[in-house]
């Protein structure tokens, strides 16, 4: 027999106080929240009018539900039963988690998909048996050995042999021999050799000096006297004739104190006046002064021959000349017909040629 269906009632709460209100109501008289302003989507539930009766989904429903609460208890009790100093305290829930937990382990172990046997778990391997390392070897006693050894020698700087072995330069120290007889040599060149033999004790430091001798060098030979070259007759100086008047000057290029070049044919198109000087002695210098106050520093030069730089800067720092004094040379007064010790007075005009030749003074 079938009961007609009942019609279903539609209720709303009130979102603030949860109080149910009529389908439909805009405005609840409880707490006084006015829903239509308030933009709240409230809560709409279908209940039936009457209970409805028992069905299988429903009594699945609870069955399932009793079985999770009984396996979270029984599982509680497991885990309970797993902790030592809870087990002490309570043996009733040792002795109940006990059979729980064997049975669980044995329905993990064979349950899986289909009831069907998973592969016995591998059993992990034992842990290697942990061996103690032997204790260390105590270390060995070391030998008695000599604390140092002194090798010596006048000279110094001679070849040290031990037992005709090299071992090196004087002053030499050794450390750490086995105690024992050696042979101590010292050599070097231009010496004769020098040897010793030496006890060495243990724990017993000692020190070997050794004096070289000098050898014996042979006699040189005197030497033969070598015949007097046959003496020739010295050669007299020519006598050159001076450069005419009216001959191409000679060029020159030379340098002043500081480094600055003159040479003759900068003065081209003009007249220039030379004054050759042998040496900046008391008539040199006199000269020079002269010639500066005469021609006032322009167009003119002086050539040093001798030049000697330190009586130069002397005379500079204390003459102020303006006329610029050339460091010349022998071969310059030579080309100019200069004698040694002689002042020459030398006037070249725009051209090039020699327009006048004096001497200034004369020995």
């Known amino acids: 027999m079938t009961h007609p269906q009942r019609p279903l009632r539609k209720a709303q709460m009130c979102p603030m ?57 029984t599982l509680a009790l497991a885990g309970l039963g797993s902790i030592p100093q809870v087990s002490a305290r309570v043996p009733a829930i040792a002795a109940l988690s006990e059979p729980i937990r064997d049975a669980f382990s044995q329905v993990v172990s064979w349950g899986g998909r289909g009831g069907r046997d998973r592969p016995a778990p591998v059993a992990a391997p034992a842990p290697a048996p942990v061996v103690s390392a032997p204790p260390p070897a105590p270390p060995p006693i070391p030998a008695a050995s000599t604390p140092y050894l002194i090798v010596r020698s006048t000279p110094a700087g001679a ?64 030497a033969t006297p070598k015949p007097a070259p046959a ?24 340098k002043d104190r500081r480094g600055v070049i003159y040479r003759l044919s900068d003065f081209r198109g003009r007249s220039v006046a030379v004054l050759f000087i042998w040496d900046l002695d008391e008539r040199g210098s006199a000269a020079a002064r002269a010639f500066a106050a005469r021609t006032g520093g322009h167009q003119s030069v002086i050539v040093l021959v001798r030049p000697n730089r ?18 010349g040379h022998p071969g310059v007064a030579a080309e100019y017909r200069v004698p040694d010790g002689v002042a020459v007075l030398v006037l070249i005009n725009d051209q090039g040629r020699i327009q006048h030749r004096q001497v200034a003074w004369k020995p």
């Not at 409230?42 to 009457?50: G, H, I, K, Q």
């Not at 003496?231 to 004739?241: D, E, F, G, T």
């Not at 005379?315 to 050339?326: D, G, K, M, R, W």
């Open 17 to 73: 106080c949860n109080t149910p209100l009529p389908a439909g109501a805009l405005f609840c008289e409880t707490c006084g929240t006015d829903l239509s302003r308030a933009s709240v989507v409230l809560s709409t539930y279908v209940r039936p009018a009457s209970r409805s009766r028992l069905t299988t989904a429903r009594v699945m429903r609870l069955v399932g539900l009793s079985a999770g609460v009984l396996a979270a208890v």
């Open 159 to 222: 070849e040290v042999f031990m037992d005709k072995e090299r071992v090196g330069k004087t002053p030499l120290t050794l450390k750490q021999l086995r105690p024992g007889s050696y042979v101590i040599r010292v050599t070097r060149k231009g010496y004769s050799a020098s040897s010793r033999t030496v006890e060495l004790k243990p724990n017993v430091g000692m020190t070997v000096a050794l004096t070289l001798k000098p050898v014996a060098r042979p006699a040189a030979k005197p």
């Open 231 to 254: 003496s020739r007759p010295q050669a007299q100086p020519v006598a050159r004739p001076a450069v005419p008047v009216g001959a191409a000057a000679p060029a020159f290029t030379l």
């Open 310 to 327: 330190m009586a130069l800067r002397r005379f500079l720092s204390a003459e102020n000349l303006t006329v610029p004094i050339l460091l």
